[in-house]
């Protein structure tokens, strides 16, 4: 069957093919009413819009690509979901990849998305260093780097919380409640952010003149993490309380310590990373350091729109950086 054309669509709402075209462009603003007519028609008609085509007409892709060390991860996932809603209220599409936390995977991933040439990448690395594949996006597409990253020394445009802060505002919350016997569940202190996280936590328990906490990596895999700080947690004293530096530490420390019978609120404290509904509906509701993760995506976006509106690409790297706040509730407990 033919395919319908915008000349039909624009006929069917009684509107100009201008209209039309930037109903699904997004190349300038149409009032509700008119949007809704055009889509109706649309519809009706079984109109799709060429985006190949129109791109090529304007000499300009509106696509953009986002890269991510993992799409299971609910951190990484509410980020691109963000991401998503943005670029559609831009006229943007979004190609999304993830590199499962591997160098190889990523530079493979990399070479894919800028297949599409994409107006511009924002992307979360999988290690602690930049890999080559993404410092050779500095002369190909503006780019913006998310979360994994030294915001001193990247060549792109970040967008980062204050990890440090993060890290004093947990453990400041646990001494106030009295806990000295701290475990720290990390999950690689190759990252930036967790080695900051680790390091803002040292800095207030230094300064209350408590013994350096243990710090232990889980890794990111949640049953993997599980076996490892099940198998600490009954080879050493138990602590008064656990600082998880991650959703995912979060979880596997949760896993320990249901498979150890110990009671979070009860028998031990707990102070989680990210902040989620569930967090709050369990029968003991976790405390928890809340990422901006609204604000952190509206950023990136913001900063990439704008290298790609100046076409600057990534000259003069800015670095953009978010607190984050501590959710007080009821898997800490005092023992003063």
């Known amino acids: 069957m033919r395919k319908p054309s915008i000349r039909e669509v624009a006929k069917l709402a009684e509107v100009s093919t201008a209209t039309v075209s930037n109903v699904f462009s997004g190349k300038k603003p149409v009032n509700d009413e008119l949007k809704a007519r055009v889509q109706l028609a649309a519809d009706q008609l079984g109109y799709q819009m060429d985006r190949a085509a129109s791109q090529l007409r304007s000499q300009r892709n509106k696509v953009v690509t986002v890269l991510v060390p993992n799409i299971t991860d609910t951190f990484f996932a509410t980020i691109v979901s963000q991401l998503e809603n943005l670029a559609f209220e831009h006229g943007y599409d979004v190609i999304v990849a993830s590199s499962h936390d591997r160098e190889e995977v990523e530079a493979s991933r990399i070479k894919a998305l800028m297949s599409w040439r994409p107006a511009g990448m924002i992307a979360i690395p999988c290690a602690g260093q930049l890999s080559g594949a993404l410092l050779n996006l500095k002369n190909l597409c503006p780019t913006v780097l998310i979360d994994r990253v030294s915001v001193h020394s990247a060549p792109f445009d970040t ?20 806990h000295t016997n701290i475990l720290i569940a990390a999950s690689d202190l190759s990252f930036p952010p967790i080695r900051e996280r680790v390091e803002g936590a040292l800095n207030v328990l230094r300064n209350a003149n408590i013994v350096q906490p243990s710090v232990i990596e889980l890794g990111c895999e949640l049953e993997a993490g599980a076996e490892t700080i ?101 898997s800490v407990k005092s023992i003063i």
Not at 236 to 258: G, Y
Request: with cysteine.
């Open 159 to 178: 967008v980062t919380i204050d990890n440090s802060a993060a890290g004093e505002l947990a453990c400041q919350h646990l001494i106030d409640a009295g």
């Open 230 to 330: 099940t198998h600490w947690l009954a080879s050493h004293p138990k602590p008064s309380a656990i600082f998880a530096l991650t959703n995912v530490t979060t979880l596997s420390t949760l896993t320990a310590l249901a498979e150890l019978n110990t009671k979070v609120g009860e028998d031990i404290s707990l102070v989680a990373f990210d902040d989620y509904a569930w967090m709050s509906a369990r029968s003991t509701s976790l405390t928890a350091i809340r990422q901006p993760v609204e604000a952190v995506a509206a950023n990136a976006w913001s900063k990439l729109l704008e290298r790609i509106d100046s076409e600057r690409k990534n000259s003069d790297p800015q670095a953009t950086v978010l607190n984050a706040s501590l959710i007080k509730r009821h």
